[in-house]
């Protein structure tokens, strides 16, 4: 009696892949870490091959044999389901095994995979397989599968062999022709946790395939894979290998697709995000379609609770209070293209940068030595940076005046020579500026390391919006039609401003937008229609001026008039980057365009008069605004704002004079220049006018000279006598008057034409070249009506160098007020219509002189209301009180 036949013994397990049509990989149930697999051949049976690629280590490529993929398909359906299987190793086997599986836990009563692919024709029992006993069963359900021409053993078998597209040419056309509309596929293959091989259905072409936004950590072949690689790769296969999946692709990256997987459980990126095995990748979030929000949040979540490759996570996030993480506020300025001032709601002004954001940049390549070529003189990076303009553009256009929500994103700390930068994310109207501002191309996304938090609350949308703007190749992505801006600029080159200012005095009202505010009347103005950028005095208006630098260039700053800093503020706030309308009336000597402008149809001189914080300009009686300028002028001294806050009434005479007919005065300016000021204050002047003419004179001596040099010493001078000197800074010749002959044959002489003095040896004077003595002197001296400077030397001197600043070789304008020796005179700075005196009294500089005349009664006005104002805010002279009642010389009184 024969022994029976031993029970085999039963393992469970869950199938991880099929490999072919009678080998399966089958997971045995863990015992802590990895699963151990076995690769189970099922016995007795032979499965069609299927195709191989050509590779490396395969030089032949094969095609299927007829019903391999249908066989491999039977099989898939079992993975990862739990079954129960018999293993056993031949002695010849190095991996492999063989036994039988059963789709189920009973081997009784579930089916048993060898008979039910023979049953459907899909395989066949091994050669010589049919004269074992053991076998026989296999061979009788063989049989029956051939008598009914199932599967391998029907007919037209080359219908049952795929066409497989093993690489795709041309993978971008590829993406484009499904415009990201899923696509049935099957995963083959993990390669690490975010990096697949699919087979595409139903053409079954080949990709590979990394996961949009994700990147896991990689598994090397030849040497140690990073932490956590190999878990990474695990949790993907468990869930995903061989698994019916729908696939959208959604970009290419060194011809590896870049898409999403989608799975009824769930996206498998998020779910390696959320479980700490994969990071988020800025440039791969941008081409997603969506769920880029949701896989920052996983991220989020895992760094977090610090999960694996999250285990030494720090945040370098910024922490921010929360009252001052969100504000509203107004936009006052833009800035470039990432840049903006706000103010706040207590009215402070803040500068605030777009988040994660960078204006378009100058192109300047490096030469051959790596060095910058310099910018070429008159370089206006908002004009002659490409798409700077339209992008400062889109930016005033959108927020200039309104209200806006802030966020701060982060903040990023003070670096070198740069100051710290609060950076946020801005939206007007439900629209996120910087992204709209990407979106036109007008800015590009600044790119981080993957451990830096401190970025845009919005990057995803940015690095989005960035992609988009990229394929439409728009502005700084435009190959083509880069936009220039020819502008002319007048400022400081009265010959250029002349060749604009007829047609714009004849334009009346001309559009423009104010780019710049130097000073409550004083702006830059850019008009479009010309493409010329101009200086800008406000007209019909006296204007205190803000803090500017001090006297002597020495790199301090002079104080601001009083309320000079509020006419600025007042100015900036109301027509700084506005687009506004002017009408230019007069240009002065220094090519500066003066006018009047009008913000929403308001005149902007008259709101200034109205607002206290400039008063009406003489030179304003005569235009049509001056009933206006008057009433609001009128209107600022009742309620004592601004500059009238300290106004006092003067007494009845004083007022009567004040309101006496201002054409008593008679006005008639003189342009001119000042070339000398003496120590005591006097000062001589030149007529602009007569320039030419004293240039032609000079010539004529100074080529006069060079054609005939006079012998040294041969010239004997007189006092009072006009001759050649010869000046020292400049060796050149001039005419000059003696004054004094000393025993050392040392000359004093008086420069005619020009006013200054100089002691220097008889020998470098000489006779004037015929004719050129007899043309009158063309420097004239004059005072200041109405001011004496003080006693004081120390205060004097002070005095003189204050005059000296503001007016020294500047072009002015001269009025004779009162005729003697010498004349007295009022000045008047074109550029500002600034009166030269009362600034000088204004700032307790010197003293106002009472002159009972009817006619100057306005003037003396002005100017007694100048020195009330230096001595209530103690300036200079004032400083330790009223010195006109305390007769001291020390503080500049005269006995």
Known sequence: MSAPAPTPAYKIGIVKQVLSGDTVVIRKQPQGGPPPEKVIALSGITAPKLARQRTANNDVETKDEPYAWEAREFLRKLVGKEVIFTAEKPPNSATREYGNIWAGKDPTKNENLTEALLAEGLVKVRDGGRNIPQLKRLVEIEDVAKSQGKGIWGSDLQAHVRDIKWSVDNPKQFVNKFNGQPIKAIIEYVRDGS???????PDFTQITLMLSGIRCPAVRQDGESEPFAEEARFFLESKLLQKDVEVVLESVNNNNFVGTILHPQGNIAEALLRQGFARCVDWSLAVMKSGAQSLRAAERSAKD???????????????????????????MEVINGDALVVKMPNNTQKKIFLASIRPPREKNSPDEEGKTSPRPKGFKPLYDIPWMYEAREFLRKKLVGKKVNVTVDYIQPANNNFPEKNCCTVVAGGTNIAEALVAKGYATVVRYRNDNDQRSSHYDKLLEAELKAQKANIGVHAKKDIPTHRIQDTSGDSAKAKKFFPFLKRAQKTEATVEFVASGSRMRVYIPKESVLVTFLLAGVNCPRGARPAIGGGGGMQEAEPFGEEALHFTKEKCLQRDVVVT?????????FIGWMWIDNENLSVALVEQGLASMHHNAETSEFARALKTAEE??????????KDFVEVEKETEKERNAPIQDRTLKYEKIVITEITSEGHFYVQNVDLGGKLESLMEKIHQEFK?????????????GNICAARFTADDQWYRAKVEKVTEDKKAHIFYIDYGNREVISITRLAA?????????????????????????PDDRSEAVAAFSADTINRKLLLNVEIRGSPPAVTLVDP??????????????????ENVRDHRLAPLVSEYRQAQEHAKSSRLSLWRHGDITEDDAVEFGARR
């Open 635 to 644: 209107n600022a001294i009742k309620k004592h704002i601004g500059i009238w």
């Open 305 to 331: 609770a610090k999960l694996r490759i999250w285990t030494n996570y720090t945040s370098n996030a910024p922490i921010i209070a929360a009252k001052d993480k969100e504000y509203t506020a107004t936009v």
């Open 584 to 592: 230019i009336e007069e240009m002065d000597k220094a090519g500066n």
């Open 195 to 201: 990096t697949v091989r699919l087979c595409l259905l």
């Open 768 to 792: 004037l070249p015929a004719g050129t003595e007899i043309e009158p002197p063309y420097a004239t001296e004059y005072v200041l009506c109405c001011v004496k400077f003080p006693s004081d």
């Open 831 to 848: 550029n500002t219509n600034a009166d030269i005196a009362k600034n000088l009294i204004k700032e307790g500089l010197v003293l106002m």
């Open 707 to 719: 054609n005939n040099a006079p012998l040294p010493g041969s010239y004997v001078p007189r006092r």
